[in-house]
């Protein structure tokens, strides 16, 4: 069974910075290309960042130069570090595995940026 499992999310202020993890099993993680997503109320889904199992790496515009993503495959963990965050980057975030046609989602972690 595959599990993706999303943490590190939180009320910050604007300025301010998070780290959101995604630990994932059931699935050999090396191979998948890991993303993080986020939906804020009212609006699509959309990729944030994402990298390969190459450790190829796409941003965003919005987030270019703020955020940064990282996997760590002995630990089969996904990373997103926050930074300099806005309000306008509220929102659920979730982290997706895809490989071959097969896509995952973990069940979202809630970050709000408020003062």
């Known amino acids: 069974q595959v599990q993706l499992l999303e943490s590190g999310g939180g009320l910050v202020q604007p300025g301010g910075s998070l780290r959101l993890s995604c630990a994932s099993s059931?699935?050999?993680?090396?191979?998948?290309?890991m993303g993080w997503y986020r939906q804020a109320p009212g609006k699509q889904r959309e990729l944030v960042a994402s990298?390969?199992?190459?450790?190829?790496?796409k941003y965003a515009d919005s987030v270019k130069g703020r955020f940064t993503i990282s996997r760590d495959n002995a630990k089969n963990t996904v990373y997103l570090q926050m930074n300099s965050l806005k309000p306008e980057d509220t929102a659920i975030y979730y982290c997706n595995a895809d490989f071959g046609g097969f896509s995952y989602w973990g069940q979202g972690t809630e970050v709000t940026v408020s003062s």
């Open positions: 059931g699935i050999i993680f090396s191979i998948y290309t």
């Open positions: 990298t390969t199992s190459g450790g190829f790496t």
